[in-house]
């Protein structure tokens, strides 16, 4: 089972922007659907974004719309999701997941590999 590693957390002021990577190690992502979700102290995990084996139509939840993007980079087996505008509702630790599903991405149940989560803080 290929593990996920993420990285490119930090701090970053208000409107500033972030990547995060997700790297897929110990084997490959193909073809699997990958995922972002958050948690931030004392709220519920929440659906960020999700990209397909082919990338051909991303998914994102409605509180990144159109500030958010998600792209991989299958050859290199890694995700990427880029953080733009970013607000202070966005402080959170970010994990990627893996699923063999090609929809209902919202669904963190549908996913069975999580990388550890990298830690995503937005100062005002």
């Known amino acids: 089972q290929v593990q996920l590693v993420e990285s490119g957390g930090g701090l970053v002021e208000t409107g500033g922007s972030l990547r995060l990577s997700c790297v897929g190690s110990?084997?490959?992502?193909?073809?699997?659907?990958v995922g972002w979700f958050r948690q931030a102290p004392g709220k519920e995990r929440e659906f960020v974004a999700a990209?397909?084996?082919?990338?051909?139509?991303?998914y994102f939840g409605s509180n990144v719309k159109g500030r958010f993007t998600i792209s991989r980079d299958n050859a290199k087996n890694t995700v990427w999701l880029q953080m733009n505008s970013l607000e202070r509702e966005d402080t959170a630790v970010y994990s990627c997941?893996?699923?063999?599903?090609?929809?209902?991405?919202?669904?963190?149940?549908?996913?069975?590999?999580w990388g550890q989560g990298t830690q995503v803080t937005v100062s005002s």
């Open positions: 997941a893996a699923t063999t599903y090609t929809s209902a991405f919202h669904d963190a149940s549908r996913y069975s590999s």
């Open positions: 110990g084997g490959t992502l193909r073809p699997l659907s």
């Open positions: 990209i397909t084996w082919f990338a051909d139509n991303p």
